[in-house]
């Protein structure tokens, strides 16, 4: 399984970007996806995720209302849409695949991108 993750960049406070995770493989619709992000000199830390049918997500708090996680089953590809943007939410972003149930934990994922870049900044 191999992740591609997409669609970072700089952008202003109060802006929106969409990031894309293409995966590779026949069974993208049996993993739990999931977004991370670390930013400089801090740890990773769990951003979204979503079960394999997307009837189920969950956020961490601090972007609760602003991203929402989606998924797009036929084409391999799973979604991280965030609007209202801080500078905090400055970080490499990576999309992360899962074969266990739907986690908050990093540990529980098996498949990692390589990451992209997302930097909120006038």
């Known amino acids: 399984v191999q992740l591609q993750a997409s669609g970072g960049g700089l952008q202003q406070p109060g802006g929106s970007l969409r990031l894309s995770c293409a995966v590779s493989?026949?069974?993208?619709?049996?993993?739990?996806m999931g977004w991370f992000r670390q930013a400089p000199g801090k740890e990773r830390e769990f951003v979204a995720a979503i079960s394999w049918d997307g009837g189920s997500t969950y956020y961490a708090d601090s972007v609760k209302g602003r991203f929402t996680i989606s998924r797009d089953n036929a084409k391999n590809t799973v979604y991280l849409q965030m609007n209202s943007l801080k500078s905090e939410d400055t970080a490499v972003y990576f999309c992360?695949?899962?074969?266990?149930?739907?986690?908050?934990?990093?540990?529980?994922?098996?498949?990692w991108g390589q990451g992209t870049q997302v930097t909120v900044s006038s």
């Open positions: 493989g026949r069974t993208f619709s049996s993993y739990v």
């Open positions: 992360a695949a899962s074969s266990k149930v739907l986690s908050r934990t990093g540990r529980a994922y098996e498949y």
